[in-house]
């Protein structure tokens, strides 16, 4: 079976400034997808980025950019030049390629607060 | 593409009463997936439906949880005799049929059960 594990479960960064969020996983798949999803106060997640586990690449989404380490699994997500509009629970997500129902494995979260 | 519409939005309910949900995906989204979220905690899988179809069941979803999607569009998920521990935030969330297809959440539904 699949988990994801987030070991940070709240971080503070100072507006502007860089904050790195860590998401580790374990599983015997060699296709998958990962993804980061962002939950505002409001409750409805939003897809922030995703990382297809065939591309070495890392992905990149105007101020966010994620580090995956396929041998370490590990999938870290850096927020750049933060902004108060960041302020949200992020969640890294885990889905098997190919599987039968593209269900999506969460961790427990990070809390993340953006200061002025 | 007006978003996946869950209603409603809060419910308080007392022990062993009977609650249904009900979730309307974005049109055109053939797959549909429930998700229960308790506080603290990631969304946890619940079910998932490829149109009308109910092609997986997790093992938290007991006997007393029903989910339907009859026509293949609207989904409800009804909860029979409430227990304390049921509350939590119900999400549901809906995909296109191509495997890289992004799932799009809606606002869910917080369920307090008293």
């Known amino acids: 079976a699949q988990t994801v594990t987030q070991s940070q479960p709240e971080m503070s960064v100072q507006e502007a400034e860089t904050v790195t969020l860590s998401c580790t996983y374990d599983?015997?798949?060699?296709?998958?997808?990962l993804f980061w999803y962002k939950q505002p106060p409001s409750r409805q997640m939003i897809l922030v980025i995703r990382?297809?586990?065939?591309?070495?690449q890392n992905a990149t989404e105007n101020r966010f950019s994620v580090n995956f380490q396929k041998a370490a699994k590990s999938f870290s997500l850096k927020i750049s030049d933060s902004q108060l509009g960041d302020t949200a629970m992020y969640f890294c997500a885990f889905m098997n390629y190919g599987g039968a129902t593209n269900k999506l494995i969460f961790g427990t979260g990070t809390l993340l607060a953006v200061q002025p | 593409d007006t978003g996946v519409s869950q209603d409603p939005r809060h419910k308080i309910t007392k022990r062993g009463q009977n609650v249904t949900f009900r979730c309307d995906p974005i049109?055109?989204?053939?797959?549909l997936y429930w998700y229960r979220q308790t506080l603290g905690q990631g969304p946890e899988f619940l079910t998932y439906?490829?149109?009308?179809?109910?092609?997986?069941k997790s093992r938290l979803l007991s006997d007393r949880f029903s989910a339907e999607r009859p026509k293949g569009s609207f989904s409800t998920l009804e909860i029979q005799r409430t227990e304390q521990g049921d509350s939590a935030m119900y999400l549901c969330?809906?995909?296109?049929?191509?495997?890289?297809?992004?799932?799009?959440f809606g606002n869910g539904t917080r369920l307090t059960v008293t």
């Open positions: 969330a809906s995909s296109l049929g191509q495997v890289d297809s992004p799932l799009h």
């Open positions: 599983t015997s798949e060699n296709n998958y997808y």
């Open positions: 439906f490829q149109n009308e179809a109910q092609l997986e």
């Open positions: 049109s055109e989204h053939n797959r």
């Open positions: 990382q297809e586990a065939y591309k070495q």
